[in-house]
Nanobody, 120 residues
Framework: QLQLVESGGGLVQAGGSLRLSCAAS????????MAWYRQVPGKQRELVAL???????NYADSVKGRFTISRDNAKNTVYLQMNSLKIEDTAVYYC??????????????WGQGTQVTVSS
């Protein structure tokens, strides 16, 4: 059984920083991509940043230059360093894992979400 444990959310003032972590454990043959999404009530979940197994990254335009995604392959962990936070970054942030359960069987899995609130 797969488990994703997210941490690092909280309340921060505008202009501040937070670092989210997401650690994967369980039945994983290998990991393709790891990503962070976010969602606010009434809106669709949106991609914030992703990182491939080869370290290629991609960011939403709204966070480019402020957020940095990284991963520790040895620990099956992905991080999201969020700097210069804005009120509009307030959302529930979800970790997503794209992985191989075994050869030929590809899955994706969501974390439980962590709240990030940016105040003025």
């Amino acid at each position: 059984q797969l488990q994703l444990v997210e941490s690092g959310g909280g309340l921060v003032q505008a202009g501040g920083s937070l670092r989210l972590s997401c650690a994967a454990s369980g039945s994983i043959f290998s990991i393709n991509g790891m990503a962070w999404y976010r969602q606010v009530p009434g809106k669709q979940r949106e991609l914030v940043a992703l990182i491939t197994s080869g370290g290629i990254t991609n960011y939403a335009d709204s966070v480019k230059g402020r957020f940095t995604i990284s991963r520790d392959n040895a620990k099956n962990t992905v991080y999201l360093q969020m700097n210069s936070l804005k009120i509009e970054d307030t959302a529930v942030y979800y970790c997503n894992l794209d992985y191989w359960l075994r050869v030929g069987v590809r899955r994706d899995y969501w974390g439980q979400g962590t709240q990030v609130t940016v105040s003025s």
